[in-house]
């Protein structure tokens, strides 16, 4: 028997799922540039707010992300989780956010409208994942860093 190929299984998958890898990173980062565009207020309507949770705070880019997010009133941060409790922390503090001991609890979360997944590149599969199973845009903040070139620099 012949193992399916790579392409199949993805198939297969968005046809479980209704949604493709590249359709939800696309959408994601599309939402993020766009909030991260805006003028404070109208991303959301009124006076409603986003509220997000920081999904892993180890990335390079993590303090200059966090420092977008507190400038923006109609923003607010729920959690910061982080396979380092000690990292949490920090990231909590400066999102005056609450730690969420695991990362089930942001998941099952139903005012958590998305995640910023700010952790190590090789977590980021795993908690994609987890993110799309629970039904929560995941942002990627540098997928929207640009260079001094004006080129992305990320993935």
Avoid at 31 to 50: F, R, Y
Wanted: hydrophobic residues 45%; charged residues 25%; contains cysteine.
């Amino acid at each position: 028997m012949v193992s399916p190929t790579f392409e199949e299984k993805q198939k297969a998958y968005t046809m479980k799922q209704n949604v493709t890898r590249r359709g939800f990173i696309k959408t994601a980062g599309a939402a993020a540039v766009a909030a991260a565009a805006m003028p404070s207020g109208m991303l959301a309507a009124g006076d409603k707010t986003v509220t997000l949770a920081f999904v892993g705070g180890a990335h390079i880019h993590t303090p200059s992300f966090i420092d977008l997010v507190n400038k923006r009133q109609d923003v607010k941060v729920k959690y910061a989780w982080d396979h380092d409790a000690a990292r949490a922390e920090k990231r909590a503090k400066a999102l005056n956010c609450k730690v969420a001991v695991d990362s089930r609890q942001i998941w099952d979360d139903n005012e958590v409208q998305a995640v910023v997944i700010c952790s190590e590149t090789n977590r980021h599969p795993e908690l994609v994942a987890a993110a799309a199973k629970a039904g929560k845009p995941a942002v990627k903040p540098i997928a929207v860093v640009k260079n001094t070139l004006g080129k992305p620099t990320g993935r």
